[in-house]
């Protein structure tokens, strides 16, 4: 209990912890967006004690004692109001020049900053590393003491990106690219909270911001654009899951639910036992056999990927981009492993319920 007032008067010094009235401080700017805050909140305080003290002082002095005839009080004091008025204006200038100024540092990142795609979807964070081709969603790898700046958009609806540790918090919009930078100071993990009511599972769209050391974060980057290279063939479903379907999901879906391509819910039964009409009138089932288009089930999928205008599902538009040189081979053996282990991978609303590496998901 004391603690929650010594820590008031605590002065904010850099890379302050948490205390009862804030969290930890990790970044460059949390130091000035605290001390933002705590100008504001001591000219609070100031003035919440001289007017309590005014006002109980004026209740006994000024109370009604005995009969007293009541006279006609003061209408007009000139110096009162010119000052009333002055004081409060230079208050406030005060207070938008700290602000401006903590603001214009969060606009602009610096130069070089480390540059980290964010797409927020109904209800999980994806987060591209364009330097080193690698995905990840539902946590963030950075390096400490470098500028990190994320650009940001939504494929459905409103999300915002909130790092409390780090005092930043940017909305991410469909339809357009907002961005937020921070350079974090100390080695740690963070939360990343969505902090835009976007629906039924807004509470659980949060990530984890890793902060490692410099000289690892190349070595983790190039490890993590390759990890699936050391895989066995039954890690890759949630592997892929994980790491590859976010390309596939501004089209399919995992609920069954149409979109701009076939849901992939059930997409594996159907492709098995050959129940898929194209649009040039030919059947799946027709297809197969042995020396036949596709010889087996999987080279339906894996020509889906490569070559999708081949064959058009009918009911679509041939509207799916070709993954050509985009997907390694194993990477396509991952999905294809993907589609037959689906049911282990989702719960019946769609939802992914496994990690990259095959724990169940909180
Ligand atoms: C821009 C939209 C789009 C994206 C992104 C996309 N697809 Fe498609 N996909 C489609 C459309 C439209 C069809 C149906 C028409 C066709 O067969 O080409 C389709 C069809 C398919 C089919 C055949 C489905 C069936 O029922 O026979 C497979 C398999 C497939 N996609 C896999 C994928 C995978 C895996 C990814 C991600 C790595 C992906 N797609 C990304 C639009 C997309
Ligand atoms: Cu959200």
């Known amino acids: 209990m004391f603690s929650i007032f010594t820590s008031l008067f605590a002065t904010t010094t850099q890379g302050a912890p948490a205390n009862f009235w804030l969290p930890k401080q990790a970044s460059t700017v949390a130091q000035s967006v605290d001390h933002t805050f705590f100008v504001i909140t001591w000219i609070c305080y100031f003035f919440l004690f001289v007017i309590t003290a005014a006002l109980i002082i004026f209740m006994i002095k000024y109370r009604r004692k005995g009969n007293d005839v009541i006279v006609k009080g003061p209408t007009h004091n000139t110096p009162l109001e010119i000052a009333w008025t002055i004081l409060p204006l230079l208050l406030v200038v005060v207070i938008f020049v700290v602000g401006m100024r903590g603001y214009l540092d969060l606009q602009q990142a610096p130069e070089g900053s480390y540059d980290v795609q964010v797409t927020g979807q109904k209800w999980s964070w994806t987060f591209e590393h364009p330097k080193y081709g690698a ?27 909130w790092i409390p540790d780090f005092r930043v918090k940017m909305d991410v919009i469909p339809g357009r690219y907002t961005s937020l930078w921070f350079e974090a100071i100390a080695v740690g993990e963070y939360n990343l ?17 890793r902060v490692i050391p410099k000289e690892d974060f190349e070595k983790t980057m190039i490890k993590l654009a390759s990890e699936y290279e050391d895989m066995s063939v039954g890690q890759l479903p949630a592997y892929a899951i994980n790491r590859l379907y976010n390309r596939c999901q501004s089209c399919h879906t995992l609920d069954g639910s149409e979109s701009t391509g076939p849901s992939f819910k059930g997409l594996w039964d159907r492709v098995k036992s050959g129940d898929v009409n194209f649009i040039s009138g030919e059947k799946l089932s027709n297809l197969y056999g042995e020396s036949t ?20 599902v009918k009911g ?5 981009p070709s993954f050509q040189g985009q997907l390694k081979d194993k990477q396509i053996t991952a999905i294809i492993e993907m589609f037959k282990h689906l049911d282990e ?18």
């Open 135 to 161: 995905t990840q969603v539902a946590e963030l790898t950075v390096p400490v003491n470098t500028p990190v700046r994320l650009l940001m958009t939504s494929n459905d609806v409103l999300h915002s990106v």
């Open 193 to 209: 909270n969505c902090a835009e009511y976007c629906g039924k599972d807004h509470s659980k769209m949060f990530a984890t911001v």
């Open 293 to 312: 288009t596709y010889e087996v089930p999987e080279n339906y999928i894996r020509s889906s990927l490569l070559d999708p205008q081949s064959h058009i």
């Open 316 to 320: 679509y538009l041939g509207a799916m």
């Open 345 to 362: 991978l989702t719960d019946a609303e769609g939802n992914i319920t496994v990690n990259p590496d095959g724990t169940p998901r909180q």
